[in-house]
């Protein structure tokens, strides 16, 4: 099947004619007409007229060029239906697009459709949405994880070459780690995040999903770069990223922070046997994270949110799943007049401190590994219905929010079944030797080629 195979092997069957995007999308709409009403992993499909006419009308500008793709239904799509899966966006149809799917549609990508995930990017589940739960491709009575769910789990079940996720506090790096893909969470500010619909804006980050990190190095180099739509856009040059992948492993410093499971360790023992070097380090705030996040997170979403009054956007506020309310209540208790000190500004000078355990520990390596998340995707229910254990989930993932940091997520094994994910964390601006090492890791692994039986 075309949709196994990477990008840059893609398009070089498009240029030789071996294969057509028409080919393709057919590829992709076959899979999803046979397994999506069961995994439900769209919110909206477009026309398969309209894209079968895109597909005939590919220009090859670029490597992204007639590739298929998914958009996580929290970024906004000109004249496509944007509801950050929430029924208080229910009929919301925008008239722009965000600058991430402008660039795409400039490079010639073709969007096939908008991804399920947790309202507003609240959860790590994607069970949290007004559009019925997203069920992992691997296994239909577990979660795909989120909250870019969908997403993860189109790129896992071939639905599509590849995704763009939005990561506040792990929503892509987790439904990568539990569909067993790759995915990366961008420096802050790398990628613009106008047209991104608002979750924590401090910690909101667009990144790419996909099967392998040679794809994630060729949609980052297209997709990243300062945007006068956004001040926090980064001016920093962009690198061609996938133009040299290579690195010797005997150069590379990996700091390890505790003890790692057995699929994590061996994932270290392999970049360890090509030569890395193992660093003990320690990130002694890790054990306030998941406080500090839970509460820097909702009092920027509480305060996000509050544009959807039903005046200026949105229907009915009483639309809100009960992860956001809980979210919004959280959040504007932290804010409140009173209590600010004793919660918000607490967790402020907590991320200082978080910040501060990173960069010494940088001084010390260049990357740091550690795990996705504590287990393999959760059976539907687990988490939705134990709010804590939901939280506690996002440990690993969390503090580069809070840090700013880059981190990507890649496959390194099965447990019970289900795909294990690692993350390799950098210091701020280090995509390149991320991509670097994660790329030899699989040059040297097959696990990111495993794919689920459907
Ligand atoms: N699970 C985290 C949360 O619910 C992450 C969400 C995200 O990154 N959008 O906040």
């Known amino acids: 099947m075309n949709l196994d195979l990477s990008i840059s092997q893609l398009a070089v069957k498009y ?16 899979n999803i007409e046979r397994n999506n009403p069961e995994l439900n992993i769209f919110i909206t499909l477009r026309d398969k ?15 992204l060029s007639g590739v298929p793709y998914v958009l996580k239904d929290a970024y906004v799509t000109k004249n496509i239906r944007t509801t950050s899966a929430s029924n208080v966006l229910n009929n919301y149809v925008p008239d722009y697009d965000a600058t991430v799917v402008r660039k795409l549609k400039e490079a010639g990508a073709i969007l096939i459709g908008k991804t399920n995930m947790d309202a507003w990017g609240h959860g790590g589940s994607s069970e949290n949405t007004d559009f019925g739960p997203v069920k992992n491709p691997w296994d239909q009575t577990r979660v795909a994880g989120g909250s870019s769910g969908g997403a993860a789990a189109a790129v896992s079940a071939r639905m599509a070459m590849f995704a763009i996720g939005e990561d506040t506090g792990g929503s892509i790096r ?18 613009s995040r106008y047209g991104a619909i608002a979750y924590a804006s401090s910690l909101d980050s667009v990144g790419p999903m996909a099967k392998n990190v040679e794809d994630l190095s060729l949609i980052l180099e297209l997709i990243a770069g300062q945007d006068k739509l956004d001040a926090t856009s980064s001016p920093n040059n962009v690198p061609i990223y996938s133009k040299n992948l290579n ?31 193992i660093i003990d380090i320690s990130l002694p705030m890790l054990k306030y994270a ?13 305060s996000n949110l509050g544009r959807y009054d039903g005046i200026r956007f949105g229907q009915d506020r009483s639309n809100f799943t009960q ?11 932290a804010l409140s007049a009173g209590y600010y000190d004793a919660y918000y500004k607490k967790a402020q000078q907590v991320r200082t401190k978080i910040i501060e355990d990173y960069n ?19 059976k539907l229910g687990e988490l939705i219905s134990d709010p804590i254990k939901n939280m506690l989930a996002d440990l690993y993932m969390v503090t580069t929010n809070i840090a700013g940091i880059p981190s990507l997520a890649i496959p390194c094994g099965f447990e019970e079944g289900m795909p294990v994910g690692f993350q390799i964390q950098g210091p701020m601006f280090s995509e390149e030797l991320l991509f670097k090492i994660g790329h030899q890791y699989q040059q040297v692994t097959d696990w990111h080629k495993a794919k689920p039986n459907l």
Not at 49 to 61: G, M, N, P, T, Y
Not at 254 to 259: K, Q
Not at 369 to 377: E, G, L
């Open 247 to 277: 690195i010797a492993p005997s150069t590379i410093k990996i700091g390890v922070p505790f003890e790692l499971d057995s699929q994590i360790k061996e994932a270290v023992g392999k970049l360890v046997s090509m030569g890395a070097q």
């Open 174 to 191: 987790n439904p990568a780690g539990w569909c067993g893909i790759s995915g990366l969470k961008v420096t802050y500010g790398r990628v």
């Open 323 to 333: 992860e956001s309310m809980r979210r919004i209540m959280i959040g504007t208790y």
């Open 15 to 30: 240029r030789s004619g071996e294969v057509t995007p028409e080919v393709v999308v057919n590829e992709c709409l076959e």
């Open 290 to 302: 998941v406080s500090t996040y839970y509460l820097l997170a909702p009092s920027e979403t509480s």
């Open 49 to 63: 007229q309209e894209l079968l006419d895109e597909a005939r009308s590919v220009k090859f500008d670029t490597l």
């Open 360 to 378: 010494k520990a940088f001084e010390k390596c260049d990357v740091i590994i550690m795990p996705v998340a504590p287990t393999v995707a959760t």
